[in-house]
């Protein structure tokens, strides 16, 4: 299982009616392969998981699957606040075709690192894919230690982990636990050059999903520890990673699809559409800026 360098939490089009917009869908795919996209997270946060019904996460990711047909890793986010939950829909992802599996830690109920431990051992253990932890204390709740994680990698079947965490203490902690079957990703679009330099494998990025040329760039410098590359690549990505924190994600991401051709990727409720206004303004003219490398395929 090869998944590093450049992967893409896609974002999910929904049409105007509200329904998912597979046509538009298509396009987004064709774009991050066209990019040089490395692997590809279907109904991650960025994809809205939590507002997909069943048949929908089903025949997104089968979709996905069959568009994709084997050229990069199509990695299912099958995380829920319960791990039966969890281990149900990592099954079903498997049966739909997924390589491996994105399990974010259990939000809002708060679980204790030994909670925590037996939840991943208990989907590693019945899910029956390769499972990437994902940690990012800020939506769930809680926080996954890197001491926790040193454990949970003796696991065969756990093979990785995003980490959204971007500050320095977190990047070094994490850069310690990488060997050859457990790879550490960056689950921050601002830090990921630091964190690649530092020993990640690769970025699980949101900025990939409007341009996936310049963001394969900024990977393949960073892991090959090229630091002026890096730099140059991180310059020119920064604006728009700033544009894009102008609301929670996947609002502001959601928003710029349009302007490539993308579908109206419409948010469903509770998130909303970003207003017209200075932040839309601010994110349009990042998004312009980098035209010449963000026309999506086809």
Same mark, same amino acid.
């Given at each position: 299982m090869n998944i590093r360098g450049s992967i893409c939490a896609l974002a999910t089009p929904f049409a105007a009616d509200g329904s998912l917009d597979l046509p538009a869908f298509a396009r987004l795919l064709d774009h991050q392969l066209a990019g040089g996209t490395q692997a590809l997270v279907v109904a991650g946060s960025t994809g809205e998981a939590h507002m997909l019904e069943h048949d929908e996460f089903d025949r997104l990711l089968v979709f996905a699957v069959e568009h994709v047909a084997g050229r990069v890793p199509v990695i299912a986010g099958t995380g829920e606040a319960?791990?039966?939950?969890?281990?149900?829909?990592? /099954?079903?992802? /498997?049966? #739909?075709?997924?390589?491996?599996? %994105?399990?974010?830690?259990?939000?809002?109920? /708060?679980?204790?690192?030994?909670? %925590? /431990?037996?939840?991943?051992?208990?989907?590693?253990?019945?899910?029956? #894919?390769?499972?990437?932890?994902?940690?990012?204390?800020?939506?769930?709740?809680?926080?996954? %230690?890197?001491?926790?994680? =040193?454990?949970?990698?003796?696991?065969? =079947?756990?093979?990785?982990?995003?980490? =959204?965490?971007g500050d320095r203490e977190r990047i070094l902690a994490l850069a310690e636990l990488v060997r050859p079957d457990f790879v550490y990703l960056s689950g921050d679009d601002g830090s990921a050059g630091e964190a690649m330099l530092a020993g990640a494998a690769g970025t699980i990025s949101v900025v990939a999903n409007l341009v996936p040329g310049v963001f394969r760039a900024l990977c393949d410098a960073a892991v090959g520890g090229d630091h002026a590359a890096t730099a140059r690549c991180h310059a020119t990505l920064e604006p728009l990673v700033q544009a894009l924190n102008c609301a929670p994600n996947p609002i502001a991401v959601k928003a710029a699809l349009p302007w490539l051709g993308l579908g109206l990727a419409l948010p469903r409720l509770p998130l909303v559409e970003l207003n017209d206004g200075p932040d839309r303004a601010r994110l349009h003219q990042a998004l312009s800026s980098l035209a010449s490398l963000a026309t999506a395929a086809g």
């Amino acid at each position: 299982m090869n998944i590093r360098g450049s992967i893409c939490a896609l974002a999910t089009p929904f049409a105007a009616d509200g329904s998912l917009d597979l046509p538009a869908f298509a396009r987004l795919l064709d774009h991050q392969l066209a990019g040089g996209t490395q692997a590809l997270v279907v109904a991650g946060s960025t994809g809205e998981a939590h507002m997909l019904e069943h048949d929908e996460f089903d025949r997104l990711l089968v979709f996905a699957v069959e568009h994709v047909a084997g050229r990069v890793p199509v990695i299912a986010g099958t995380g829920e606040a319960g791990t039966a939950k969890t281990v149900a829909l990592t /099954r079903r992802a /498997r049966a #739909l075709g997924a390589d491996a599996a %994105l399990v974010v830690t259990p939000y809002y109920v /708060r679980p204790t690192q030994e909670g %925590l /431990r037996r939840h991943f051992i208990d989907v590693a253990e019945h899910g029956g #894919l390769p499972v990437v932890l994902y940690n990012v204390p800020g939506r769930t709740g809680c926080d996954l %230690l890197p001491e926790t994680v =040193a454990g949970l990698r003796e696991h065969p =079947a756990i093979v990785g982990i995003k980490e =959204a965490r971007g500050d320095r203490e977190r990047i070094l902690a994490l850069a310690e636990l990488v060997r050859p079957d457990f790879v550490y990703l960056s689950g921050d679009d601002g830090s990921a050059g630091e964190a690649m330099l530092a020993g990640a494998a690769g970025t699980i990025s949101v900025v990939a999903n409007l341009v996936p040329g310049v963001f394969r760039a900024l990977c393949d410098a960073a892991v090959g520890g090229d630091h002026a590359a890096t730099a140059r690549c991180h310059a020119t990505l920064e604006p728009l990673v700033q544009a894009l924190n102008c609301a929670p994600n996947p609002i502001a991401v959601k928003a710029a699809l349009p302007w490539l051709g993308l579908g109206l990727a419409l948010p469903r409720l509770p998130l909303v559409e970003l207003n017209d206004g200075p932040d839309r303004a601010r994110l349009h003219q990042a998004l312009s800026s980098l035209a010449s490398l963000a026309t999506a395929a086809g």
